[in-house]
């Protein structure tokens, strides 16, 4: 942290074009700054060595050095055991995502992404926010798909509440949605996804319908204002993040 009191950020991405807008968008905030810029993942471990950032912003597909490598770079770099890094895919890969969490980052989010959110994201993280005492992930689920409105004694209430609390406890991130229905269905003892699918469709469209205050207010968290569909995949994975930050879980 600066003697001024703002969080250092250090971008690495080699798009030129979205590290401008960053940078402009973290100087604007009254508590964030960009401290450097890199645009090749040897770069950033150089920069990140030199300048000790409270939070790296990093590309996981970065030339010179993968976002893979940079992680295992920077845990064997003594007196960078307190910078955090936060990374980013423009690609939906399940099992690069959960790499970099074994790696030590503190998330991982897909391209593109809200600039709210993203602050949102950087301030939970850097400011180690807690959760009410009494807001658990199992409570903020529930709390949810009652103000959405979805009935208790539907089954989609059923696979709709599991799948988002896994994604709410395991930080939204590393699972297709195939591989969530398939945990379902071992839950349930069901030999096929088909009717998981198809029930958690049906809630999806009645939430859509009903369009709920608490549902317009997650959606206006995803910075989604507006929408009016969104595949399975999408909501599930919209609506826990969302969750986690209305929540700060």
Known sequence: MREDGKYRILLADDDRGLCAVLQAYLDLQPDLCC????????????????????????????????????????SSSPGLSEVRVLAFTAYDQALVTREMLRLGACGV????????????????????????QDMTPQRAVATAL?????????????????????????GAQGYTIEELYHRICKMHGLSGSGSVERAIREEVKRIFKAASPEFKELLHLARRDGVRHLSNGEFLTLMAQAIRLKYML
């Not at 030199?50 to 992680?71: E, R, S, T, W, Y």
């Not at 009652?146 to 395991?170: A, S």
């Open 35 to 74: 401290c450097a810029v890199a645009y090749n993942g040897l770069h950033a471990l150089e920069k990140t060595r030199q300048q000790k950032p409270d939070l790296v912003l990093l590309d996981i597909q970065m030339p010179g050095l993968n976002g893979a490598d940079f992680m295992a770079e920077l």
């Open 109 to 132: 989010l897909q391209k593109p992404y809200p600039l709210e959110m993203l602050m949102r994201r950087i301030r939970s993280l850097l400011q180690n926010r807690q959760p009410a």
């Open 146 to 170: 009652l103000g959405f409105g979805v009935p208790t004694d539907h089954v989609g209430y059923c696979y709709l509440q599991q799948i988002l609390l896994l994604l709410v406890e395991e």
